[in-house]
């Protein structure tokens, strides 16, 4: 069955540091792949995604995600965080069933980010 | 700045009652979705819509109905609410096509007591 994974419940980075937040994926294909940020109190946020063409893809707030085949994978990075990227972090991917799209989103990742 | 606004932050309801939970986008956006999200398990999918007066069930739908009367306003009912219904409620919007990412509200956290 199709799935998606985020293996790390919790991460806590020193501001200023790299960060990489895994996902992976459970398809036949290719899906369409996503990452979300939800600050505390409020709704998800659409940070980047991908379906096709360059496998790094830039994304809003300085983030970035690599999809690799080999894989299944498709990992958030960001060479230095900020207070301000404490947050949970979804990703998200889109699949074909029965000539339609579903979605299924992962379980999240809390980022914790020390001062 | 495109949108979707959900009516209320805060709800708290008393077991039993019905409860309306409304959601609207200015984006023209075909989809509209409910979802509520529970520490651990995630988005969970209750109930969607692609078309006026059209309504699909998600993952969990017992317990819950919606109506989608206009295209930009997508309403969440709780029949009877119940304690297990207490929850974050997340309303979102998206065009059709699988490329598409949400637009999610800013969530009702309804408690049921």
């Known amino acids: 069955a199709q799935s998606v994974t985020q293996p790390d419940i919790h991460i806590t980075v020193s501001e200023g540091a790299s960060l990489e937040l895994r996902c992976n994926y459970s398809y036949g294909a290719t899906p369409y792949l996503f990452w979300y940020v939800q600050s505390p109190g409020q709704g998800l946020q659409l940070l980047l995604k991908y379906f096709s063409g360059d496998t790094l893809v830039q994304g809003i707030k300085g983030f970035e995600a690599e999809f690799k085949r080999s894989q299944s994978s498709f990992n958030l990075r960001k060479p230095s965080v900020h207070w301000s990227d404490a947050a949970e972090y979804f990703c998200?991917?889109?699949?074909?069933?029965?000539?339609?799209?579903?979605?299924?989103f992962g379980t999240g990742t809390r980022l914790k980010v020390l001062a | 700045d495109v949108k979707v606004t959900q009516s209320s932050r805060y709800l708290v309801k008393r077991t039993g009652e019905k409860v309306f939970l409304e959601c609207v986008q200015d984006?023209?956006?075909?989809?509209m979705f409910w979802y509520r999200q529970d520490p651990g398990l995630g988005l969970r999918l209750i109930y969607f819509?692609?078309?006026?007066?059209?309504?699909e069930k998600g993952d969990i739908p017992e317990g819950y109905s919606v109506s989608r009367e206009k295209k930009e306003r997508f309403s969440l009912i709780l029949e009877s609410a119940s304690t297990n219904q207490t929850s974050m409620y997340l309303c979102a919007s998206r065009p059709t096509g699988p490329g598409y990412g949400y637009t999610f509200g800013s969530g009702t956290r309804l408690t049921v007591v």
């Open positions: 819509s692609y078309d006026v007066k059209m309504k």
């Open positions: 984006m023209d956006h075909e989809n």
């Open positions: 998200a991917v889109a699949f074909t069933t029965s000539g339609t799209y579903k979605y299924i």
